[in-house]
């Protein structure tokens, strides 16, 4: 559509050749174009024409080359190896956030919709997929060889989101409830692993449709393991591309966590379908309304596939607490960031746009409640459906459904960074409990000291020893301090905030009133999420050093009784937190006594073996406490180990997949050369790439000097796909203190290659906060710091930025609280005094 008469017409092309390009106004002669002007800096083409195009409609026909790229962005080869042992190649797209221009020239920005038709010309034996039905497959006339495939013409869309696939596929069908065709498909001779997904789908396509009262627009679903894929999934419309791992199933060689994963990878994409892809964000500013709401409806969705699950409680361990630890460092961002060029909008794929987004959405969705919650969706979805919205198109929609102001509310969460601590006392008054309340902003690196006092409209909920399981006070804090009386409270009745863990805060109780907290997490009154979040938020206040590590310590140890796996995983993260911090100290092993302490009794209580009647979480559990304890030296889980590795690989008795993981690292980080053979020996073996990425992920436990330096060798081999090196790296560097030391030479060494292949996505950022993050003086904040500054990765500035900040974090605990923990592990071994 020309609007103004114009002699030029501008368009995206990366790495695009144009041949020829002509325009035909509607009913009159073509032109041709006398000149291809390139702007590559920018990914534009400039077309000009020999004389004025008059304002109307017309058709642009464009003839071009492209290069089917190996960067896992654009159109670009993926590479796999067919059941014979013979290397092929797919032909796959991955479009978001701007690389369709990589395919086709275009106009490629979520706003700019528009309908299209696709036609494939292939070989005949290969599976052509697009977004669309096949409408017409027909001989291709220049090549007996060849067929040209045509597809249905899509709705209107934006591009990031059109697909198409070519290569070697079985499939397994089904129809949802409503009449949808699903397809998963898998490698060839794998189509049983994709079982499991198209169960998934088939009952997520319903709730969804029921949930957003809107219908699935288009009349199939293809979901597809794509074997080089740099993201974990893509929600291309009606084509949703995955990594293997994030699909496939094997009944026999998958783990628990694996299942989970698939299904909150499904349920996550297939929420974008509607979302998204039928409502899209206006502008990559508002990425994380796109990724947030996908990442907190995913849980909504498994759990309402898998109750037994318990995956709101994991949501806690995984997003929210994750999201908290990354938004209290001052390089944060706010969750909405204005995106100005296309290399910005790698930067925010990360646990701001997807896990505080995610939390943020969950506090709303509780503050509103459910049933307007839904009114408030069905209202957004359906006024701006095949249109683009803002996130305040969503408020509003929301507030029309609720009456309360969410605006005002969301917009000191998603408009400033970071969230607030709140500090609460408590006096007892005759019957009565006085709440005091006061909010200040969070930081890592402790009281924050600003001048100016962010606030925050905070949804507050509390409960009491008498119900910990329902709200006695909802309150909205709107102000800096706030007076609450609770009535009929008695003196020695705990009083709780944050029922739930739902509002983004974290909280500090005066010393009392936390000393009233404990008994609660012993004697399990308290809910399961509490406890996890109190612990959680104790972590971080020393972590901030607002009040000290041995304080905390002494909390961990009143998890004796814990049954719940999601609080012992988030246990276990911040104990990992803890013994990197003190590898830098020469009192190591004495943390390592104390993980055997806290984990022993809960191991002794699961044994190694699956009793009956057991579910999902107790396999996650053991899987945990088992890795744990063998990490840590356990003496009879390291034989246990080393004897079940044994039958394994002599294939007398083969592991379960939810003990391979804990058996494995456990042996490698007590092992020696032959024992890093025999894993690399069963990474080749393996035929499942979940098999492939667990041992990966694990062999950076090993402690040898020069095996370490094996590793990294492997981790850019041919025999680790582009990108899973990332992971192995990683896992050097999360290893051990010669481990980390090695991984950050390593990339320093090969930062070439390494840049090359992941530069402009967000592997980089990923691969750059695994290596570093875990030093602790300022000599290494410094170092980093400097070698990007002559080594600049654009799309990781910030990243490099958390990074350093990090590092001088870690510095300042150990100075601040390694004497003291020094004092409190030895004073726990000594015998008690005589009196």
């Known amino acids: 559509q020309v609007k103004h008469a114009t002699n030029q017409i501008v368009m995206n092309c990366a790495d695009i050749d144009i041949i020829t390009a002509s325009y035909a106004p509607e009913g009159d002669e073509e032109v041709h174009a006398t000149g291809f002007n390139y702007q590559n800096e920018d990914e534009k083409v400039t077309l000009s024409f020999p004389s004025t195009l008059q304002k109307g409609t017309g058709t642009l026909k464009i003839d071009f080359v492209g290069e089917l790229n190996d960067k896992m962005k654009g159109f670009y080869r993926s590479k796999y190896t067919t059941p014979t042992g013979d290397t092929r190649y797919a032909a796959v797209t991955q479009f978001e956030a701007t690389d369709a221009r990589r395919a086709f020239p275009c106009w490629d920005e979520p706003a700019i919709k528009a309908t299209f038709d696709i036609s494939l010309v292939v070989p005949k034996d290969r599976v052509a997929l697009s977004n669309m039905n096949v409408i017409d497959r027909k001989p291709y006339p ?33 129809r949802s409830l409503d009449g949808v065709l699903v397809r998963v498909y898998t490698p060839v001779g794998k189509a049983e692993q994709g079982k499991f997904a198209l169960e998934v789908a088939a009952k997520t396509l319903p709730f969804y449709k029921d949930y957003f009262n809107v219908p699935y627009p288009l009349p199939k679903i293809d979901l ?130 997807y896990s505080k987004g995610a939390s943020v959405i969950r506090m709303l969705h509780d503050y509103i409640g459910d049933e307007d919650f839904r009114k408030g969706m069905n209202l957004y979805l359906t006024k701006f459906l095949q249109k683009n919205a803002a996130t305040e198109d969503l408020w509003e929609s929301l507030e029309k459904a609720s009456g309360k102001p969410i605006a005002a509310v969301m917009n000191t969460w998603t408009k400033q960074m970071g969230f607030p601590l709140i500090y609460v006392e408590a006096e007892q008054q005759e019957e009565d409990k006085v709440l005091k309340l006061v909010q200040k902003k969070f930081c890592a690196s402790g009281p924050y000291t600003g001048e100016d006092f962010p606030m925050w409209m905070v949804p507050i909920s509390i409960c009491t020893s008498d119900d910990p399981t329902c709200a006695k006070m909802q309150i909205l804090m709107d102000k800096p301090e706030l007076t609450l009386v609770l009535k009929d409270v008695k003196p020695d009745q705990w009083v709780k905030l944050n029922l739930g863990t739902v509002g983004f805060y974290r909280t500090q109780y005066s010393p009392d009133m936390l000393e009233n907290l404990i008994p609660a997490i012993k004697d399990l009154s308290l809910p399961p999420v509490d406890r996890l979040g109190l612990q959680n938020d104790l972590f971080s206040l020393a972590r901030a050093g607002i009040i000290s590590t041995v304080e905390v310590l002494k909390v961990m140890e009143a998890f004796v009784n814990e049954p719940n796996y999601t609080v012992w995983s988030d246990l276990s993260c911040n104990l990992e937190i803890l013994s ?58 390291l034989e246990e180990a080393r004897r079940r590795f044994k039958d394994h690989v002599e294939g007398k008795q083969i592991l379960s997949a939810d003990l391979r993981s804990p058996v494995y690292v456990t042996i490698l980080k007590h092992g020696d050369s032959t024992t890093l053979d025999t894993m690399l020996k069963l990474h080749k073996q393996a035929d499942m790439q979940e098999e492939k990425n667990r041992i990966e992920r694990v062999l950076g436990a090993i402690s040898q000097p020069e095996l370490i330096q094996k590793v990294l060798t492997f981790a850019l081999s041919e025999e680790v796909r582009p990108q899973d090196t990332v992971s192995v790296i990683g896992g050097v560097a999360g290893g051990s203190k010669q481990g980390r030391k090695a991984a950050w030479k390593f ?17 980089i950022s990923r691969l750059i906060k695994l290596t570093v993050d875990g030093f602790a003086n300022d000599k290494m904040a410094a170092e980093v710091k400097a070698f990007f500054e002559s080594h600049p990765a654009p799309s990781a500035e910030r990243t490099v930025q958390q990074c350093c900040e990090n590092i001088l974090l870690n510095a300042a605990w150990l100075k601040r609280d390694a004497e003291n923990i020094h004092q409190y592990f030895l004073q726990r071994k000594a015998p008690p005094a005589m009196v």
């Open 142 to 174: 220049d090549d007996e060889n060849l067929v040209e495939v045509k597809f249905a013409r899509t709705p209107i869309m934006s591009t990031y989101l059109v697909a198409f696939v070519v290569g070697e596929y079985d499939f397994v069908e089904t």
């Open 224 to 353: 597809i393991a794509i074997a080089d894929f740099a993201a974990g999934a893509m929600e291309n419309w009606g084509l949703v591309t995955y990594r293997e791992t994030a699909l496939l199933i094997d009944p026999k060689n998958s783990c628990s966590s694996s299942r989970q994963w698939v299904a909150l990878v499904v349920g996550h994409e297939l929420a974008h379908q509607w979302f998204g892809n039928l409502v899209t964000m206006e502008w990559w500013t508002h990425l994380w309304l796109n990724e947030g709401f996908a990442s907190w409806i995913e849980y909504l969705c498994v759990d309402h596939c898998f109750p037994e699950y318990d995956i709101w409680t994991q949501f806690v361990s995984a997003d929210y607490t994750r999201a908290q630890e990354l938004d209290a460092l001052d390089n944060s961002h706010p969750i909405e960031v204005s995106v100005g060029h296309p290399s910005e909008v790698d930067e925010i794929f990360d646990a701001i746009s």
């Open 580 to 637: 990197t911090l003190l590898s830098h100290t020469d009192f190591y092993e004495e943390i390592q006594v104390f993980v055997k302490d806290v984990f022993s009794p809960i191991g002794e209580r699961l044994g190694w073996d699956p009793k009956p009647g057991e579910g999902h979480l107790d396999a996650l559990l053991r899987g945990l406490v088992l890795g744990k304890l063998g990490k840590a030296g356990h003496k009879a889980t």
């Open 747 to 763: 990339v320093r060494d090969n930062w070439e290659e390494l840049y090359n292949r992941y530069q402009g996505g967000f592997l």
